[in-house]
């Protein structure tokens, strides 16, 4: 009859001992990562928060018929989040938290950040950016587009 194998006659194999040990520090790792990404703590007082990116590019837009801002989001983050040198991104609706001074008068809004001004031009440029406007552009009402540059350390 035979004997079960036990694993440390398995773990003999010396590719087995590097590898079993490597593979649970690199989910360990990735889940410590995902926890500081999805549920990120506050920043210590007096420590600032990490900025997204050098280059801040925000739209504002109005549509025609409000009702299709879920899919105008849709396609953002579908097409746009993607483009090659997007560090950051979003793409929502406005929140409404009664504040009188805030500007809600807009249906979407978006935001993409960039490393550098070849990463933005290479975004603007991107086919997929192109169609998206292509598409879009006949839908709005209005679009307010900033571009916002942070120099800062």
């Given amino acids: 009859m035979d004997r079960p194998r036990r694993l440390s006659s398995w773990c003999r194999i010396p590719l087995c001992r590097f590898v079993l040990p490597a593979a649970v520090a690199l989910c360990l790792i990735i889940a410590g990562g995902c926890r500081s990404i999805c549920c990120p703590s506050e920043s210590p007082e007096g420590a600032h928060p990490p900025r997204p990116a050098r280059i801040n590019h925000l739209a504002f837009f109005k549509l025609r018929n ?88």
């Fill in 66 to 153: 409000p009702a299709e801002a879920p899919e105008l989001i849709a396609d953002c983050d579908e097409q746009l989040a993607a483009i090659p040198g997007v560090l950051s991104y979003y793409c929502g609706t406005h929140l409404d938290v009664g504040r009188t001074n805030v500007d809600g008068d807009y249906d979407v809004g978006f935001y993409v950040g960039f490393a550098d001004e070849e990463a933005y031009r290479g975004y603007v440029n991107h086919p997929s950016h192109v169609a998206l406007v292509e598409k879009w552009k006949p839908r709005w009402e209005w679009i307010r587009v900033h571009d916002v540059l942070d120099e800062s350390p």
